[in-house]
Structure formats: structure tokens, C-alpha cells
């Protein structure tokens, strides 16, 4: 169920380009990512109490809390940094760059979760890096 999961978050970040594209155009970066980030928070509550999920706030450790307020922070400056890369740069270029991410990921699980990665993965990495740097060069 992860691997359909994963696509359709590729799917849905795929849309999330274009349109973001379309909504930014005449509006200033910032604001656009406010109100796509207040679309989140709104979505992400009413899917939490929905689901029932909420009953659960009161387990969630004060080491999760401190992770969970990193991560949106990075999600924060991340999309604040994308927004105005779209809006100023093609979305065809800026998305596939954003994609790098994945490098980063990777670096950090190696390190903080001794992740393993075969000779296959690390030829994979290789050549979403070219490919990648190919687009952005060559478009």
C-alpha cells in the first residue's frame, strides 16, 4: 500500500507544480505560499479529526513535538524558496532541481539511520543527478 501511497504523492505533487505555477503568477511568493500553507493546515486538521486521529495528540512525545516543528519549518523555508523559484523560473527546470532533495534525503538517512544503500541504488542516484543536471542546463 506504500508503493500506491508514494505514487500518488508524486502525482499530486506533479499538480501541485502546475498549479502552483497558474496561481502564482500575479501574486507576490510569499503570499501565495501563505495561502497554500493555510489550505494545508486547514485540510490536515479536518483529516485528523474525521479520522478520529486527534484522540492521539496527548501520546505524542515532547522528542516528536521537537521534530515534528523542525520538519515544518523546513517545509516552511523550502516551499518559501519554491514559490519564488517557479514564480520567477520554469516550472519544467525549478521542479526537477527541487527534486534533488532526494540526494539530501539520502545523505541524512545514511548518516542519522545507518541506512544501507546497494551498488544499484547508488547508479540510480547517479543518474537522476545527470538527468537532472542535464534538464536544467540544457532547457
Known amino acids: 500500500m506504500w508503493i500506491v501511497a508514494a505514487c500518488l504523492s508524486a502525482a499530486f505533487a506533479g499538480l501541485t507544480a502546475i498549479l502552483s505555477k497558474c496561481g ?5 511568493s510569499n503570499v501565495a505560499t501563505a495561502v497554500r500553507t493555510s ?3 486547514v485540510f490536515a486538521w479536518v483529516i485528523v479529526f474525521a479520522t478520529g486521529a486527534y484522540s492521539t495528540l496527548a ?3 515532547a522528542t516528536s513535538w521537537i521534530f515534528l516543528i523542525l520538519s515544518g519549518l523546513a517545509t ?12 520567477k523560473g520554469q516550472v519544467s527546470v525549478v521542479v526537477p532541481i527541487d ?5 539530501i534525503t539520502v545523505f541524512f538517512s545514511l548518516i542519522v539511520f545507518k541506512e544501507k544503500l546497494t551498488w544499484k541504488a547508488w547508479l540510480g542516484l547517479a543518474i537522476l543527478t545527470a538527468g537532472t543536471v542535464c534538464m536544467a542546463v540544457f532547457t
Not at 516552511?76 to 514564480?87: K, R
Open 99 to 103: 527534486k534533488l532533495s532526494i540526494l
Open 39 to 41: 489550505v494545508v493546515l
Open 76 to 87: 516552511g523555508a523550502s516551499w518559501l524558496c519554491y514559490y519564488y523559484a517557479i514564480q
Open 59 to 61: 501520546a505524542v512525545s
Open 24 to 28: 502564482v503568477k500575479n501574486v507576490n
